[in-house]
């Protein structure tokens, strides 16, 4: 009978193809070369120094984009891009976050509501990480409810002219490419905007005590024009950024599985080789009940994050679904992370070690993309018929 793995005590690996396997194992070669011997220090500076190189090393493997088909993008599965979000955030969230913004939010907005010359123009060079994208949704007064934001895009002839502020933008300092929802006659409208227009800035936000090792921006429109077909025209309204989020959502759903493990991984490690009283702080009745329920978390997570990924790519996966793996995979990755803190005792706050990073990261993933509040209203909502959004 096969043996029991610790790493995959369920045998989850046995549901995926050699290609899966194959994708995981070069993302992790990715990670192991390119990233995890400077992360910790990256983290402790604040910075991502790297942000460029690494997008094209990462677009050179065809995780950039890589669920969307044609213009560059790899055109694979939504389980294949899950296993590849579960890789990169098992090393750090910030590059996960680095990943998602490319391609769920940043190219998925021009693929899916873009004109055919923003997609030619755009796209193959977001795929290949020559050009890095960012998303600007949040504002500084209105993140939970966009509805009420206030940057404007008003015309002017033909030209459009946007005014306003955008908050908290992953990738903003470093990105060629703005994509930026504002308000307009007809409701909100998405506009692909090159950072080099003049009024646009994106001075970087500096004091974070997450996801320190990526870049997050506030992103300044001041009289920023642009021609006509600077907007997105397939899209009118909320539902336009909606669609883009509920893409990068997925992809979280799988990469807090991996920062998860990662905690469950160094946990394990420790408790194997720390000793305490004459033993293996692992042989102890309250350390093996700790690891148990870790695993027991991370594994659910894991198969839950499947279950999506398959409904996703047989077109069945619905919003709400998709809330409910947010909300519940990150939530467990945060408990996770936790508990690996408290077994490794002092440790636990150290950068020597991946656990403290990935707990602090894991709560702007509580946060970002829908906080945790959203999504248990989305699901009450679902549930009871009754929106509560507004009290
Ligand atoms: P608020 O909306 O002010 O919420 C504050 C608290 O009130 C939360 O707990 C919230 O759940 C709760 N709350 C609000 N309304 C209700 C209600 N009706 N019922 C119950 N509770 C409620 N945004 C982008 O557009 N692009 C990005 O690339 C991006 N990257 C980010 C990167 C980082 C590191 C972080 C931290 C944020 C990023 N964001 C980005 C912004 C993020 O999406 C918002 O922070 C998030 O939507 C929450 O908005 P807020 O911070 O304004 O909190």
Same mark, same amino acid.
């Given at each position: 009978s096969p043996a029991f793995d610790p790493r995959d005590p369920l045998g989850i690996?046995?549901?995926?193809?050699p290609e899966q396997l194959a994708i995981r194992d070069s993302v992790r070669a990715l990670c192991r070369d390119h990233v995890q011997p400077h992360v910790a220090e990256w983290f402790e500076r604040g910075e991502f120094p790297q942000a460029r190189e690494l997008a094209r090393e990462l677009g050179k493997l065809g995780v950039?984009?890589?669920?969307?088909?044609?213009?560059?993008?790899?055109?694979?599965?939504a389980v294949d891009y899950g296993i590849a979000c579960e890789e990169l955030e098992s090393c750090d969230s910030g590059l996960r976050s680095l990943v998602s913004v490319q391609g769920s939010l940043a190219m998925f907005a021009i693929w899916r509501w873009g004109s055919e010359e923003q997609k030619q123009h755009w796209l193959p060079q977001m795929a290949a990480g020559e050009a890095i994208g960012c998303f600007g949704l949040t504002e500084p007064d209105h993140g939970s409810d966009?509805?009420?934001?206030?940057t404007t895009a008003r015309r002017d002839g033909s030209d459009w002219v946007l005014n306003g502020r955008k908050m908290w933008i992953t990738n903003g300092s470093i990105a060629s490419v703005a994509v930026v929802w504002a308000k307009t006659d007809e409701g909100v409208r998405g506009f692909v905007v090159?950072?080099?227009?003049?009024?646009f800035s994106a001075p970087e936000i500096k004091h974070?005590? %997450? #996801?320190?090792a990526s870049v997050t921006s506030e992103l300044v429109l001041d009289d920023v024009r642009l021609p006509a077909?600077?907007?997105?025209?397939e899209v009118t309204g909320l539902r336009g950024p909606l669609s883009c989020l509920n893409e990068a959502r997925y992809g979280i759903v799988w990469g807090a599985v991996g920062a998860g493990r990662a905690c469950l991984e160094a946990a394990l490690d420790y408790a194997t080789t720390r000793e305490q009283f004459g033993r293996?702080?692992?042989?102890f009745q309250l350390t093996q009940g700790k690891l148990a329920d870790m695993a027991v978390r991370v594994q659910n997570g894991r198969l839950l994050a499947l279950h999506l990924g398959r409904r996703k790519d047989a077109g069945q996966l619905v919003p709400q679904q998709v809330s409910f793996g947010k909300l519940d995979n990150v939530r467990g990755a945060l408990e996770v992370a936790r508990t690996a803190r408290t077994i490794l005792?002092?440790?636990?706050? %150290? #950068?020597?070690?991946p656990v403290i990073r990935h707990m602090t990261n894991l709560e702007s993933v509580l946060t970002y993309e829908g906080t945790s509040e959203m999504h248990a209203l989305t699901i009450g909502q679902a549930l009871t018929g009754q929106n509560a959004f507004r009290g």
């Open positions: 690996d046995a549901e995926f193809t950039l984009g890589m669920h969307l088909e044609g213009y560059g993008c790899a055109g694979l599965s966009p509805a009420s934001m206030r090159p950072t080099d227009t003049p009024g974070k005590l %997450s #996801l320190r077909d600077a907007v997105l025209p293996p702080i692992g042989g005792g002092a440790n636990g706050i %150290s #950068l020597e070690y």
